[in-house]
C-alpha cells in the first residue's frame, strides 16, 4: 500500500505533532550502512497521521544539496520508485531518498547553512509563485536606475530600499526569539504564506 498520498495540505501545520512523526531522507549515492547517508531528518506535522508538506521539504532537501531543484523523492535507493506528487500534496512515508535524474549519483552537499549560496537567478520553481500581500514592502524587482546612473548606484540605490525598515516583518518578542532559534520558518503552502514548525511547540501555533 503506497504510503504517500494526492491530498492537499492545510494552509498551516498541525499542531498536535508527535515527536515520532518524521520523515528521514536519505542520499541515494551512499549505502544505507551505519546511517552515513542521512541528508536530514523532518519532523512530520502537517497531518495528524505524520504527514509532511511535500514542496516544503523539496526545497530543503535541494538547499542542502547545493539548491538542486530538479531532483526528485523515491522509496528505492535506485531512484526506480519515484513519489510523484505535487506541490501541496502530503508524503507520509517515512524514508526516502532525494534522488539526481542524472549520472551524478554521489552528487555535492552542503557541509552547513553558513555555507549555502543563496540561488539569486536560480529560485525554486514554487516561490516566484506566491501570492503577495495588497500592503507588501515595495517590489525592489520594478526599480530601475536612471540612465545616467552607474551600475554601482544602481546597486548600492536597490541595497537601501531592501535593508529599509519598511521591508521588515514585525514580529512579537517572544516569536522573534523562537524564529532566530529555528522553531518555525514561513513558506508557502496552498497559496499562501504559513508557519511551519520545525519542532514540537505547545502554544505558538495558535499565534503564528
Known amino acids: 500500500m503506497p504510503s504517500a498520498m494526492r491530498r492537499v495540505c492545510v494552509k498551516s501545520s498541525f499542531s498536535g505533532g508527535r515527536p515520532e512523526h518524521t520523515v528521514t531522507f536519505k542520499h541515494p549515492g551512499y549505502p544505507d550502512q551505519f546511517s552515513q547517508n542521512i541528508l536530514l531528518t523532518l519532523h512530520a506535522f502537517d497531518d495528524v497521521r505524520g504527514g509532511l508538506h511535500c514542496g516544503t521539504a523539496h526545497i530543503v532537501c535541494a538547499i542542502v544539496a547545493c539548491n538542486a531543484w530538479d531532483r526528485y523523492f523515491s522509496r528505492t535507493r535506485d531512484g526506480s520508485d519515484r513519489l510523484n506528487l505535487q506541490h501541496d500534496d502530503l508524503i507520509l512515508d517515512k524514508v526516502l531518498y532525494f534522488y539526481v535524474p542524472s549520472s551524478d549519483a554521489k552528487y555535492p552537499m552542503y557541509p552547513d547553512f553558513a555555507n549555502w549560496a ?55 518578542s517572544d516569536l522573534y526569539t523562537t524564529f532566530n532559534a529555528a522553531k518555525f520558518v514561513v513558506v508557502p503552502k496552498q497559496d499562501a504564506w504559513v508557519a511551519h514548525f520545525t519542532h514540537l511547540t505547545n502554544d505558538l501555533a495558535q499565534f503564528a
Not at 495588497?134 to 526599480?143: F, I, K, V
Not at 552607474?150 to 535593508?163: N, P
Open 118 to 172: 543563496f540561488p539569486h537567478d536560480d529560485l525554486p520553481p514554487s516561490w516566484p509563485r506566491a501570492p503577495a500581500s495588497d500592503d507588501d514592502a515595495l517590489d525592489t524587482n520594478e526599480l530601475r536606475a536612471p540612465p545616467s546612473s552607474s551600475t554601482l548606484t544602481a546597486a548600492l540605490v536597490r541595497d537601501a530600499v531592501i535593508d529599509d525598515i519598511t521591508n521588515a516583518i514585525a514580529l512579537r
